[in-house]
């Protein structure tokens, strides 16, 4: 019985370089719905563990548990600005900054001449371009009103996007995982889900861990702001928590924030000039920033993205110049997931086995140990003899 001829080597990467043309060309077509399509599977990922926690312990049916989990959390995430509304509105109010005063003190403050040899100036023409550029800032407030309106309309719009296609996804993750599976052969299973294990782990690590963390960090630096005297602790904290979640620039930003925020309120209680009262919160921020560092980070995300600063900072930059904020939140994450793509590419590439290298989180240092010293101890250990 004659059979059909099988497709030859040249052939079939004639059809995968056509079809990784098309699929390019529907990325880049519709790259606008690209973003919240991302956020709408983040969102499944993140409850569908819980949902399969459900369905396991209690005679609910997939459907039903997925609505209950989905309804709880849209309850949780419209009562956060509900609850912190009114709170973060006192704490901007508490800022209260005057920006024509502060031009006006510049002025003062510059406003003397200079000479070098034969040639006279006035400082205060230096700073023109900076007192101007506050003008041109604060002055058209009014007129981004309208643009405002028609951005948080657009937002809406793709809020009902994001949250209707997110629970469709949620319904239907362990049919996708399953129709996935059936697309490999079945003498590469065990390899696929192992790596799907490691690339799994680094997402549960970066995303339950970040958010960990800025729980933590947001509640330390607010309270720790409030004992200092600065009177939007509440503001500080929250900027901390979401600046957290940008890794080595976020407690940077945090920091300059804190530190604009100690020298225009001062403090409550302690009799310290404005400028004495910033280094302090600038002292506290530093520790904070060492404690979080070395503390922290490697207790909770257990090192798993294992990822250099500097890779980091470049991944941070190119996120955010390609996929904006969304970008910029992904970037370690994604880094540290085509490392674990390259590396099995590799060593199947090489023949080096196992070609799935599964990544076990690094033990902390010891407390009395620096972290630079306990690694070099690791490494200098001696073989075990064969």
């Known amino acids: ?79 956060i600005p509900t609850v912190g509304t009114p709170i973060l509105v006192t704490q901007i109010r508490a800022l209260n900054v005057d920006v024509q005063e502060l031009t006006n003190q510049l002025n003062e403050a510059m406003d003397y001449h200079i000479s070098i040899g034969n040639v006279r100036g006035n400082l205060s023409s230096l700073i023109e371009p900076v007192t101007g550029g506050l003008d041109q800032v604060f002055s058209p407030m009014a007129s981004w ?27 239907d993750a362990n049919r996708f995982i399953d129709w996935i599976d059936s697309w490999i052969p079945p003498d590469y299973m065990k390899e696929f889900r192992q790596l799907r294990r490691e690339m799994d782990g680094v997402w549960k690590a970066y995303l339950v861990g970040q958010v960990t963390l800025a729980i933590i960090v947001g509640i330390i630096i607010g309270v720790g702001t409030a004992l200092l005297g600065i009177r939007s602790a509440v503001l500080l904290g929250l900027v901390a928590a979401l600046l957290e979640l940008i890794p080595n620039w976020g407690y940077s930003i945090s920091g300059f924030v804190g530190v604009i925020f100690a020298y225009f309120q001062g403090s409550t209680w302690l009799p310290l000039p404005l400028w004495a009262f910033a280094l302090l919160v600038a002292g506290f921020y530093f520790l904070m920033w060492q404690f979080d560092t070395n503390f ?49 590419l590799y060593r199947r590439l090489m023949d080096i086995e196992p070609y799935v290298l599964v990544q076990k989180p690094l033990p902390p240092p010891k407390e009395e140990e620096p972290v630079i010293e306990s690694l070099l101890s690791v490494s200098n250990q001696p073989k075990p003899e064969e």
Do not use: H
């Not at 001829?5 to 990325?27: E, H, N, Q, Y």
């Not at 405002?148 to 469709?168: C, E, N, Q």
């Not at 294992?306 to 994450?333: E, H, K």
């Open 1 to 79: 019985m004659p059979t059909t001829p099988k497709w030859t080597p040249a052939t079939k990467w004639v059809i995968l370089v056509i079809c990784l043309i098309l699929i390019g060309l529907a990325v880049w077509r519709f790259s606008i719905v690209l973003a919240p399509l991302i956020v709408a599977v983040l969102i499944a990922y993140i409850l569908n563990p819980v949902v399969n926690w459900l369905t396991a312990r209690t005679p609910l049916k997939r459907g039903l548990a997925a609505a209950i989990v989905y309804l709880i959390f849209l309850f949780l995430l419209a009562l």
């Open 145 to 171: 009103a309208a643009n405002l309106a028609v951005d948080i309309a657009g937002g809406f719009i793709w809020a009902i996007f994001i949250f209707v296609v997110g629970f469709y996804f949620l319904l």
């Open 296 to 344: 922290l980070v490697p207790r909770i995300l257990g090192y798993r993205l294992r990822l250099p600063p500097a890779l980091i900072i470049v991944g941070i930059i190119a996120g955010a110049s390609v996929g904006g904020a969304l970008g910029l939140l992904l970037a370690a994450p994604t880094i540290a997931t085509i490392r674990v793509l390259g590396s099995y």
